[in-house]
């Protein structure tokens, strides 16, 4: 069972396999059943932010939210894509105040 698994783009993909990183890299076509079968294997699953963008916001969001394995979304090394701010998320499912 692997520790962890990237899957987005290629440039990034390069960086996570030297770390030791299994990697897969996505397309529109293919995005959320890698992430679904990563699931299934892996301990973390790193999601490149420009990959995100192929998951509808459902099915994102339950990926987020689900705690065995985390679901990450981590910056892609080509073209940057802003990472969702999860704060105000954290702190509403906490009760918190803002």
Known sequence: ??????IGDE?????YRLCGVDVHIADK?????LVKQACARASLVLLGSNTALYINSKELDALMMSIQPPVMIVPDAGKLQSVPDITSLIHKQLGMLE
């Not at 076509?29 to 059943?33: D, K, Q, T, Y």
């Open 11 to 15: 440039i990034s993909a390069a960086g």
């Open 1 to 6: 069972m692997p520790v962890a698994e990237y």
């Open 29 to 33: 076509h293919n995005a959320l059943s």
